[in-house]
C-alpha cells in the first residue's frame, strides 16, 4: 500500500505565496520521478513542474520564474514553492509520484487526493 499526502493550500491574494508539500508512505522502494499537476474547472489536467530523482527539473512555460519544484528523497516528500500568484493558478493541484514498491519489478505512478489552490484577484 501506497499513499500520498498533500497539505499546503488555500486561499491567497494575488502576488502571494503558498508552500505546497506531498509526502509518500507505505511499502515504498524507491521513487523517481516525482511532480505536480493542476487541474482548473472545465479544464484539462496539465504538467506544471517535474523533478527527477537527481534533482533536474523542468516547469511549464506559464509558472517558470515564480514556482519551485524541490524534493527530499530521505523524507519521500517533493514541495512546491509557489510565489506570485495569479487568479489563473486558481485549481486543485494533485502530487505525482512513479515509485516502485519493496518487492516490485515495475514503476507505478501514484496520486494524491489534491489540494485546492485559490488565487483573489
Known amino acids: 500500500q501506497v499513499q500520498l499526502v498533500e497539505s499546503g493550500g488555500g486561499l491567497v491574494q494575488s502576488g502571494g505565496s503558498l508552500r505546497l508539500s506531498c509526502a509518500a508512505s507505505g511499502s515504498i522502494f524507491s521513487i523517481n520521478a516525482m511532480g505536480w499537476y493542476r487541474q482548473a474547472p472545465g479544464k484539462e489536467r496539465e504538467l506544471v513542474a517535474a523533478i527527477s530523482r537527481g534533482g533536474s527539473r523542468n516547469y511549464a512555460e506559464s509558472v517558470k520564474g515564480r514556482f519551485t519544484i524541490s524534493r527530499d528523497n530521505t523524507k519521500n516528500t517533493v514541495y512546491l514553492q509557489m510565489d506570485s500568484l495569479k487568479p489563473e493558478d486558481t485549481a486543485v493541484y494533485y502530487c505525482?509520484?512513479?515509485?516502485?514498491?519493496?518487492?516490485?519489478?515495475?514503476?507505478?505512478?501514484?496520486w494524491g487526493q489534491g489540494t485546492q489552490v485559490t488565487v483573489s484577484s
Open positions: 505525482k509520484a512513479d515509485i516502485f514498491r519493496t518487492g516490485s519489478a515495475y514503476i507505478v505512478p501514484y
